[in-house]
């Protein structure tokens, strides 16, 4: 069976500094990886996602994301955060046999202070 | 282009009565999805169309939750009778396929059975 896990559920940082949100997963066989956002009392957003090529994958609002096999990791990243990233992000896992169902993380607040 | 469109946004109710919940998803999405999110979690699987054959409703709980997506374009999920445990946010989305693509989620409908 696939699963997600997102090891923190809050990361803090101040507006500026990098941010990091971890993220591993485990599949059967290769996975489709993705990074969605919660704003309160919104959908989910899509932000990014891994199918195949290139280990770094870029997405929207300056994101992006690196997906490590021996690791079994997409860890998403900003350099600069701002305020406004404060969200509840979601890593996502669907792989190629399942090819369909997509298996969630518990998710991950994070806070930027200004 | 607009998104899946959900509705109510809200919605409460007393235990034992009925509710149904309305999705539109993307102009050309041929598959649907509704989810199940509760407080804290990140959202889970119900079931699955493609347009309008549901061809994975594993994970419905049959007895009392049922679907349909009569014209493979709109979808309602109907729940009969509520309990508390429902209490959640359910969710829609869509994509253009299953595999690699991405699933786009409308904003919810947020469920409290008193």
């Known amino acids: 069976a696939q699963s997600v896990a997102q090891p923190e559920d809050q990361v803090n940082v101040a507006e500026g500094n990098p941010l990091t949100v971890k993220c591993t997963y485990s599949v059967s066989g290769n996975p489709y990886l993705f990074w969605y956002v919660q704003y309160p009392n919104r959908g989910l957003q899509f932000l990014l996602k891994y199918i195949t090529g290139d280990n770094l994958v870029k997405g929207s609002y300056g994101f992006e994301a690196e997906f490590n096999k021996s690791q079994t990791s997409f860890h998403l990243k900003k350099p600069s955060a701002l305020v406004s990233d404060s969200a509840l992000y979601f890593c996502a896992v669907r792989d190629m046999v399942h090819d369909y169902k997509l298996s969630f993380g518990a998710g991950t607040t994070v806070t930027v202070r200004a | 282009e607009a998104g899946v469109v959900q509705s109510p946004r809200y919605k409460i109710i007393e235990k034992k009565q009925p509710v149904a919940f309305w999705c539109n998803p993307i102009s050309g999405h041929n598959t649907l999805y509704w989810y199940l999110q509760n407080l804290g979690q990140g959202p889970e699987l119900l079931i699955r169309?493609?347009?309008?054959?549901?061809?994975?409703d594993s994970q419905l709980p049959k007895d009392r939750f049922s679907a349909e997506r009569l014209k493979g374009v709109d979808s309602t999920l109907k729940i009969q009778p509520a309990e508390l445990g429902d209490s959640a946010v359910y969710l829609c989305a869509s994509s253009l396929g299953a595999g690699g693509e991405t699933q786009y989620f409308g904003p919810g409908t947020r469920l409290l059975v008193l």
């Open positions: 169309y493609e347009n309008e054959e549901a061809v994975d």
